[in-house]
């Protein structure tokens, strides 16, 4: 007996399927941090800028998968003319790549593991305190 190959009619999930997974990470939020993390603008890009990359000194693309963009929480002040809105920014092709190179987690899971890091950065939480707070990756 004879098998065909199967075939399989799969795609790489899309932006707009990130940015849901993203939305539902803030809606998991609890209460006041959901509430404040509405105020930031979530935009899904599949790769980060070359002039951010530039900028933060990164050479390979697949290095970053968000990115928060403004002033924390702890430093704003009614003073502040805002210049621009505070912003998360995922870069979808980085997170599936890592995802891929896991194999261990939902890819929901890391898309909000990656939200909760950027937005802890809009609370005024530095990388060391998320990193006592948060123990994902172990």
Known sequence: MTREPATFNVTAPSLADIEAMAEAAVAALPEPFRAAARQVVLL?????????????????????????????????????????????????RPILEEWIERGD??????????????LAHHFGWSDEDIARIDRWWE
């Open 105 to 118: 987690v939902a890819l929901d899971a890391l898309v909000a593991h990656v939200v909760v890091h950027e």
């Open 44 to 92: 899904v890009e599949d790769f980060p800028p070359t002039e951010i990359l530039e900028e933060m000194g990164i050479d390979d693309p697949f290095e970053l998968t968000g990115l928060y963009e403004g002033i924390p929480l702890t430093e704003k002040s009614v003073a502040d003319q805002p210049y621009a809105p505070d912003t998360v920014r995922l870069f979808r």
